[in-house]
């Protein structure tokens, strides 16, 4: 065991700790969760970027104190102990956090998110292959379908507001999904209201949505714990925390490399 009592961390040693969890056959959404955490963790620590034996009981504290759920928090340390596994510090790692004992929501990939697409496709269920692609490209939630009218498509911008009109965000719809949206709902004879609705110009319930996604998973290759709202809804979230987690370690890169620069041209001993 090394005699050193702290470890530095860097953007590049994260980097190859994914490659190796990819190596070994991780998918692409755990990497990009592994990331995010990892992300966090990075910009959790001190300016110098070291970790010790006390920084996860730190961590976790921090975590708590900022009122993250304590199925999130768990999350996080099992990830914690995973990055210090590989970095060959388990004398660091976490035990006095209660690991999850319930069921774990089953993770839809990218990889099975287009497969789902491309099944509904080929089946010809349109309805389907548009309810997949509003929830999970464009990252719209099943109780915001209602707000998804005619009007809101053709202005390409849809305004959500939920909790009684607590909170709001704003959806800016894809071209390419806006004009099948447009097209979908020109067949069916809408010009304004909710584009996924009854005949009577009811929204669409619940279970119908789950009804629609469900019945391409068969010929998608994708299991059907996965075919739901809420397995797109968090693969949307996913997709966009691992973007942003990359353009979080670019811009760390950058700036590292900027610092190095400097240092040559006007360090003290330069």
């Not at 099943?142 to 707000?147: A, D, G, K, S, V």
């Not at 998608?220 to 925390?241: D, H, I, S």
């Not at 490399?257 to 006007?266: I, N």
Request: aromatic share 8%.
């Amino acid at each position: 065991m090394s005699a050193v009592k702290q470890e530095i961390i860097t953007p590049e040693k994260i980097e190859q700790f994914l490659s190796c969890l990819g190596e070994k056959g991780r998918g692409d959404s755990s990497l990009q969760s592994y990331r995010r955490i990892l992300t966090e963790l990075y910009r959790f620590l001190p300016p110098e970027k070291v970790i010790g034996e006390r920084t996860g009981q730190e961590w976790k504290a921090y975590m708590e104190k900022a009122g993250l759920q304590p199925a999130t928090v768990n999350t996080h340390m099992s990830v914690w102990n995973s990055f210090l596994r590989y970095l060959g510090r388990r004398e660091w790692q976490m035990e006095d956090f209660n690991r999850e004992k319930e069921n774990v929501q089953p993770e839809l990939s990218r990889r099975e998110y287009l497969r789902l697409l491309s099944a509904a496709r080929h089946l010809g269920k349109e309805r389907s292959y548009l309810l997949i692609k509003t929830l999970g490209g464009a990252g719209m939630r099943i109780q915001e379908l209602p707000q998804l009218t005619v009007e809101a498509v053709k202005r390409g911008v849809v305004e959500l507001e939920y909790h009684n009109s607590r909170q709001r965000r704003v959806l800016h719809l894809p071209r390419g999904l806006k004009e099948e949206l447009l097209d979908y709902a020109a067949r069916e004879g809408k010009s304004s209201g909710p584009v996924f609705s009854s005949p009577e110009g009811v929204p669409i319930a619940r279970s119908s949505v789950n009804y629609f996604i469900n019945i391409v998973c068969h010929d998608a290759q994708v299991e059907a714990e996965k075919a739901n709202p809420r397995c797109l809804w968090k693969m949307y979230q996913e997709t966009c925390q691992g973007i942003r987690a990359n353009v979080a370690v670019l811009i760390e890169q950058s700036y590292q490399r900027m610092l190095e620069d400097e240092q040559l041209s006007m360090g003290w001993k330069a």
